[in-house]
């Protein structure tokens, strides 16, 4: 393989780093946060736990086993005279992982509903209390920034063979 065709290679490699840093960014940042600030004129309505699914996974590291927990919480709500059931417990997946119980059911909860479009309801529209507000920003900017840095080095290397 010539050099020119390894560093075009290298320079695509780099786009696309920074390119799927960008949608991980959005999907995992941007998206819940829109969803949080739309959520704050959401109308407060009474959610009923129906079932409460628990999946535990344990995954192996280098410093030993550690088990992440999901909990996938269904509940009902009536909203203007009419029967809803959701499954959106938070808008940010981590809220739900990090609870230390699921709830029980039959527990009655505060959750919040679209007037919108009633069929749309969570009950935690906050950011979880574990999140960093740090990390996931600043690790996907260091993503962005390895995409952008690595596709201008190859770039510029790529017009120095010209």
């Known amino acids: 393989m010539t050099k020119r065709k390894r560093l075009k290679i290298e320079f695509v490699t780099f786009v696309g780093v920074a390119l799927l840093s960008v949608f991980v960014l959005y999907l995992s940042i941007v998206l819940p946060l829109c969803r949080i600030s739309q959520a704050k004129d959401w109308e407060p309505v009474e959610c009923l736990v129906k079932s409460v699914e628990f999946d535990e996974k344990i995954h192996q590291g280098t410093d030993g086993n550690f088990v992440s927990k999901n909990f996938v919480v269904r509940y009902s709500y009536e909203y203007e005279g009419e029967m809803f059931e959701s499954m959106q417990y938070a808008f940010m997946g981590i809220a739900s992982n990090h609870l230390s119980s699921p709830p029980p059911i039959g527990l009655i909860q505060t959750g919040y509903v679209n007037p919108e479009d009633p069929r749309q309801a969570v009950i935690i529209r906050t950011l979880p209390e574990s999140f960093s507000i740090w990390?996931?920003?600043?690790?996907?900017?260091?993503?962005?920034?390895?995409?952008?840095?690595?596709?201008?080095?190859?770039?510029?290397?790529?017009r120095k063979r010209h």
């Open 135 to 158: 990390f996931l920003p600043f690790g996907g900017m260091l993503f962005l920034a390895c995409g952008i840095g690595g596709s201008v080095s190859a770039l510029k290397k790529i």
